[in-house]
């Protein structure tokens, strides 16, 4: 069982920066790909962007490339989510999850094992 818990959100003015950490119980936390997505109300949880377990190799949906980035510190057993340059269209809950090496589908939330409780990004006009 792994435990995720996610810090870091709050209300930024358009164009500010916010980081969001997730820290991550589980000792084996190396084995695991990592993810961030995001859920406005009355909406489906959407993809925003993955990390591999190395570290090596991120992907992120179009509608934040260049803006957010997401590293991992594997020592730390942390997942980081810098989002910079925010817009009102980034407001929603934001969940880190935990998907096992080779699942594949990294867009997908059925791919995902584990997640956090979540936490609200509100980006004001």
């Known amino acids: 069982q792994v435990q995720l818990v996610e810090s870091g959100g709050g209300l930024v003015q358009a164009g500010g920066s916010l980081r969001l950490s997730c820290a991550a119980s589980?000792?084996?936390?190396?084995?695991?790909?990592m993810g961030w997505f995001r859920q406005a109300p009355g909406k489906e949880r959407d993809f925003v962007a993955t990390i591999t377990w190395t570290g090596g190799n991120t992907v992120y949906a179009d509608s934040v490339k260049g803006r957010f980035t997401i590293s991992r510190d594997n020592a730390k057993n942390t997942v980081a989510l810098q989002m910079n340059s925010l817009k009102p269209e980034d407001t929603a809950a934001y969940y880190c999850?935990?998907?096992?090496?080779?699942?594949?589908?990294?867009?997908?939330?059925?791919?995902?094992?584990?997640w956090g409780q979540g936490t609200q990004v509100t980006v004001s006009s």
């Open positions: 589980e000792r084996t936390f190396s084995n695991y790909d």
């Open positions: 999850a935990a998907r096992l090496l080779g699942s594949g589908r990294y867009k997908d939330p059925g791919a995902y094992s584990y």
